[in-house]
């Protein structure tokens, strides 16, 4: 379920020629984070790894809902028009 709808979102939203650099971009920071926690994880233990874990989902969930009102709010507006 989760393949197809993501493909569906990057065809609506990302044009063909850029897709592959925009989804390379948003790759960089999460790899980032990755290797910082991998790197730290004796300072931060198991306790706090899962802290960060919890931190980015929560900032992907505040920002997915936000997009959702975007998408909403353009969608009242073409339906107006």
């Given at each position: 379920?989760?393949?197809p ?7 609506k939203y990302f ?6 650099v ?9 790899n980032?984070?990755v290797?910082?926690v ?7 233990g198991?306790r ?13 969930a ?5 997009l959702r ?7 009242e507006?073409?339906s107006?028009?």
């Amino acid at each position: 379920m989760y393949f197809p709808t993501i493909g569906m979102l990057r065809s609506k939203y990302f044009p063909n020629s850029h897709r592959g650099v925009v989804m390379n971009l948003f790759g960089i920071p999460l790899n980032a984070m990755v290797v910082t926690v991998f790197l730290s994880i004796e300072r931060l233990g198991v306790r706090g790894a899962l802290g960060v874990s919890t931190a980015a989902l929560t900032a992907a969930a505040a920002c997915g809902m936000k997009l959702r009102a975007l998408v909403d709010k353009e969608d009242e507006e073409e339906s107006k028009a």
